[in-house]
């Protein structure tokens, strides 16, 4: 549960690192072309740009997820390695 609830923040927080930086760069462009100071295809081209920033981002947390799969999966295996050298020597045997 615990686990989930991480995997849930870190992908918001990477959507939303992904979504701040074309939302922030229309809303300057929109103001800059509104006072004169830059032309519209200037502030298309800046946004078009932060727009292209998104799949870096989202390559990142697909890496940042099959990072945590392998830690979990190797987690598993050495978890049951452990599990079996424990009732090597202390089990019953079969005449017990």
């Known amino acids: 549960r615990y686990v989930a609830w991480t995997r849930w923040?870190?992908?918001?927080?990477?959507?939303?690192?992904?979504?701040?930086?074309?939302l922030a760069a229309a809303g300057w462009g929109a103001f800059l072309v509104g006072e004169g100071w830059a032309t519209p295809?200037?502030?298309v081209t800046i946004v078009l740009y932060a727009y292209e920033l998104r799949d870096p981002v989202r390559r990142l947390a697909q890496?940042?997820?099959?990072f945590q799969v392998a830690t979990v999966s190797f987690a598993r295996i050495f978890?049951?390695?452990?599990?079996?050298?424990?009732?090597?020597?202390?089990?019953?045997?079969?005449?017990?």
């Open 41 to 43: 295809g200037t502030a």
């Open 79 to 96: 978890g049951v390695e452990e599990a079996a050298g424990s009732r090597e020597g202390g089990g019953l045997g079969a005449g017990d």
């Open 63 to 66: 890496w940042t997820e099959e």
């Open 9 to 22: 923040l870190l992908l918001l927080a990477l959507h939303l690192a992904a979504a701040v930086p074309v």
